[in-house]
């Protein structure tokens, strides 16, 4: 008798086992499907930011001028706004814009502490230079605050 309990001890110990470990299994996947989908809305995010920096260039080629908002550009030069999808907490996927005074450009550089961290796409112009940008003072998955990304041609 001691021995059948002994056994059905031990297969109630590994059938516990193997529930947590398949509990386990299911646990990674989530993580790891939640990390794929934030670094897909990072990178079509990043390649949003591309787009409107290309969109800029030939706008201000072919105008001769700097747009006012980003909106100028659409359609003509853009078909639609990207959306952002940083997945930061706080901020929601949007296609909306933050336009800045020139005074957030510093040295050239955007200075992070004038930033309002809207989660939008920020924008900036003054006489000698025009900066799209997204405005989020968090660190992306690769480990830079998002004003200091850049699109990827």
């Known amino acids: 008798m001691n021995r ?5 001890l031990a297969a109630s110990t590994i059938a516990g086992c193997a529930t947590s470990s398949r509990e386990d299994s299911i646990r ?3 993580e790891n499907v939640n990390q794929l989908e934030i670094q897909a809305g990072e990178s079509r995010t990043l390649s949003g930011l591309a787009k409107l920096e290309e969109s800029l260039t ?3 080629e072919t105008e001769k001028k700097i747009p006012e908002t980003l909106d100028e550009m659409v359609p003509k030069y853009l078909a639609d706004m990207p959306t ?6 706080g901020h929601h996927d949007t296609d909306k814009t933050k336009v800045y005074p020139s005074y957030v450009l510093r040295d050239g550089q955007i200075d992070g502490t004038k930033l309002k961290d809207t989660g939008r796409w920020g924008y900036v ?3 000698r230079q025009v900066v799209v940008f997204i405005d989020c003072t ?6 830079r605050a998002w004003y ?3 699109g990827v041609y």
């Open 4 to 8: 059948l309990l002994a056994l059905i």
């Open 138 to 143: 968090h660190k992306s998955s690769r480990g």
């Open 58 to 60: 030939r706008y201000i």
């Open 28 to 30: 990674d996947v989530d």
């Open 148 to 150: 200091l990304e850049r």
């Open 84 to 89: 952002v999808e940083i997945h930061v907490r």
């Open 125 to 127: 112009f003054n006489d």
